[in-house]
């Protein structure tokens, strides 16, 4: 025992620095594993953080894709309802115009009119029907309600129309009851009032009468309505008469087109010209 104690006293330095060796070693190795520890959880925290950003990124991907193949879908549906909904209404339209009309409308073909310039003077409406559907020009154009106005241009799909409502239309009409004849035209201002020359003094026109095309017209078949007179003003041999006409031009949206009136011997005599019409 006293050789122990000895033998610790004598060499106790070394024994304490290999006790303080292996410690540290032990400090060391513990120290290690932590370090190994703490990487491979902040590897595995990594690798599961780019893994759920990649599925994030991946999803937003194949939602847009899907949102993308939805909206077309939707799209492609929402056309054909249009078209849908479009064709029954003009359907409706068309048996509208047909029932309403008093006319023999067996050979009338029906149009849209699809675009509009409206100024004071030179109003000018255009149709979706053409050439390839059989419209001519100088065919009249309709409602139910009365006259329109004249094919002027046709094209291979539309045509532009002049209308009542345009400096350069006039047309021959006849009044209802009093047989009263003369030239209509509108000459600018109020688009529902248009006027009607050359009625003699010695006419009995009378107010609310109402002015039909007449056998006169170069281009318009008999008994369409224009208007009806709502003023009456005597001059030195003419009446000044205002008609209210009967189409309402501001909610215009389905027309006939009459048949061509082919009357050549007249237009050759009278000296008719595409835009004006006068009496012989």
């Not at 009032?193 to 609310?208: E, F, G, M, T, W």
């Amino acid at each position: 025992m006293q050789k122990f104690f000895t033998f610790f006293i004598r060499y106790n330095s070394y024994l304490l620095l290999a006790l303080y060796c292996g410690i540290a070693s032990l400090f060391m190795k513990l120290q290690n594993d932590n370090i190994v520890t703490q990487l491979r959880t902040i590897g595995t925290e990594f690798s599961a953080g780019v893994n759920e950003k990649l599925l994030s990124y991946r999803y937003v991907l194949n939602l847009k894709e899907e949102n993308d193949r939805l909206i077309r879908i939707n799209t492609d549906l929402l056309a054909r309802v249009l078209s849908l909904e479009t064709a029954v209404v003009d359907e409706q339209n068309r048996k509208k115009l047909l029932a309403n009309s008093a006319l023999n409308t067996s050979g009338f073909s029906m149009a849209r009119v699809v675009s509009r310039k409206f100024s004071d003077r030179e109003n000018i409406l255009l149709i979706n029907k053409g050439r390839r559907d059989g419209i001519k020009k100088d065919m009249t154009v309709l409602t139910p309600e009365g006259l329109v106005g004249r094919v002027s241009t046709v094209s291979e799909h539309f045509a532009k129309v002049t209308p009542v409502i345009n400096t350069d239309f006039k047309v021959s009409v006849i009044s209802d009851k009093s047989n009263s004849m003369g030239v209509l035209s509108w000459n600018g201002g109020k688009e529902f009032i248009a006027q009607v020359d050359n009625i003699p003094i010695s006419s009995s026109l009378k107010l609310n009468e109402q002015m039909i095309t007449s056998e006169f017209s170069t281009f318009a078949i008999r008994g369409i309505p224009v208007g009806r007179v709502v003023s009456i003003k005597p001059d030195k041999l003419f009446y000044t008469v205002e008609v209210r006409l009967a189409v309402d031009f501001s909610s215009l949206t389905e027309v006939l087109i009459a048949p061509l009136k082919i009357e050549p011997e007249k237009i050759e005599l009278i000296g008719n010209n595409s835009s004006s019409e006068t009496f012989p």
